[in-house]
């Protein structure tokens, strides 16, 4: 419950309350990720896998140097991912604003970096 005093707000709440706040916090903290979407623009498998994913990492980063991407290992292979979208639609309007250069790419969902 919240009054107004001339310009002051008195927020009055249950102890409880404020504890499960600090706990949702703490939790926060410890696991930062969330679920949400990326774009894949590679997936490799077999011999020098790793390295072509490295390389295909590194190419994006000349392209786009702004941008966050990411090698995930799924056995037995490396996936390129970009971004943190927390919604699809976001997602989304990355995908298209990189599909003419990376006609394969793709929306997953994953476990975001929680900005």
């Not at 894949?40 to 994913?53: C, F, K």
Request: proline residues 4%.
């Amino acid at each position: 419950m919240a009054q107004s005093d001339g310009g002051q707000v008195t927020i009055h709440q249950s102890p409880a309350v404020k504890k499960l706040v600090e706990k949702h916090i703490v939790i926060n903290e410890n696991y930062p990720k969330s679920q949400g979407y990326r774009v894949q623009i590679l997936s490799i498998s077999g011999v020098n896998s790793r390295d072509r994913a490295n390389l295909m990492k590194a190419e994006f980063l000349s392209k786009f140097p702004d941008a966050d991407v990411y090698i995930v290992y799924h056995t037995p292979s490396y996936k390129v991912r970009l971004g943190d979208f927390r919604t699809k639609l976001d997602a989304l309007r990355y995908l298209q604003s990189i599909k003419k250069e990376y006609p394969f790419a793709f929306i997953v969902v994953d476990k975001i970096v929680f900005k």
